[in-house]
């Protein structure tokens, strides 16, 4: 389920970039399987029942629910809400300025860094790892911060390209804040229970 979510969280920067109507519909096709996914997990985790469990899962349960469930929110801001800007992006043909375009693709990447290794902390139990992620969210809150006062700055500056971009960009940026919130979640989930 993690891998799928990893696939289409790294495929946004690529919709955006590109006018490939293919990959973005092909992203949201793969929120389905996310959604089936956890529908099954669930489904599976409730079918096998404390006692087979052990005590060891047992414990962990509540920590799976939870983990998979974020990724499962994760999956669908992409989804609904990144590829609706994606769509919208691409049947107005609207272009990002060019400072604004590497501010969005290196904010995405830092989410995406946070989410990787987040991942990483989940597979190996690496409470160490999922600790220097829940560190990092300072530094994300201020860095969209600042994206948006620089985007703010080519508004006032009457940049062409941000003025008709402008509402697509700040909901991204929004977007990709609140994946980072659940990215938050998943390592908390790691400490907690998992």
Known sequence: ????????????????ASEHQELLEDVERRDDQVDFLEREIKLFLARLGRDAMGSDLSRKEIGLISVIGNLENIG??????LMELGRKKLYQGR???EAGWAEIQDFHALVSKNFERTIAAFASSD??????????????RQRE??????????LRAGLAESIETSEIHLDILTN????????SALAISILEEV
Do not use: Y
Request: glycine content about 2%; overall charge positive.
């Open 1 to 16: 389920m993690a891998d799928v979510v990893q696939g289409m969280l790294r495929d946004v920067c690529v919709v955006f």
């Open 145 to 154: 911060r600042d994206l948006r006062e620089l985007h703010l700055r080519r």
């Open 76 to 81: 669908d801001i992409i989804d609904k809400n």
């Open 95 to 97: 272009h990002f300025s």
């Open 127 to 140: 409470r160490t790892l999922a600790q220097d992620v829940l560190d990092q969210r300072p530094l994300i």
């Open 176 to 183: 990709l804040k609140r994946i980072s919130s659940h990215v």
